[in-house]
């Protein structure tokens, strides 16, 4: 599986950014997917997934703020994000879980978000 993130950028706060993560690979339809953030000096953390039903899981940071959505062909997924705050600055990386080992195995080479006061 191969994913290829854009849409990241600078922005103020209280404004918004859409991330998109294009994959491909032939089992791309039976896997979850999900975005991930590592800021400066921080562990990587998982913001929100989507799982091949459909079901999203948040972080709770980002909950009434951040959406995660995939498209009918199952091989974008996008998050956007609203409200956006200075805290949310971090590079965004898109991740697949193997369908083998429910692990995230698979990433996108990241996207560089900034959020300016």
């Known amino acids: 599986v191969q994913l290829l993130e854009s849409g990241g950028g600078l922005a103020q706060a209280g404004g918004s950014l859409r991330l998109s993560c294009v994959a491909s690979?032939?089992?791309?339809?039976?896997?979850?997917m999900g975005w991930y953030r590592q800021a400066p000096g921080k562990q990587r953390e998982l913001v929100s997934s989507?799982?091949?039903?459909?079901?999203?899981t948040y972080l709770d940071s980002v909950k009434g703020r951040f959406t995660i959505s995939r498209d009918g062909a199952k091989t974008t997924v996008y998050l956007q994000m609203n409200s956006l705050k200075p805290e949310d600055t971090a590079v965004y990386y898109c991740?697949?879980?193997?369908?083998?080992?429910?692990?995230?195995?698979?990433w996108g080479q990241g996207t560089q978000v900034t959020v300016s006061t």
């Open positions: 991740a697949a879980q193997s369908p083998l080992t429910g692990l995230y195995e698979f």
């Open positions: 690979g032939s089992i791309v339809n039976i896997i979850a």
């Open positions: 989507i799982s091949s039903s459909g079901r999203t």
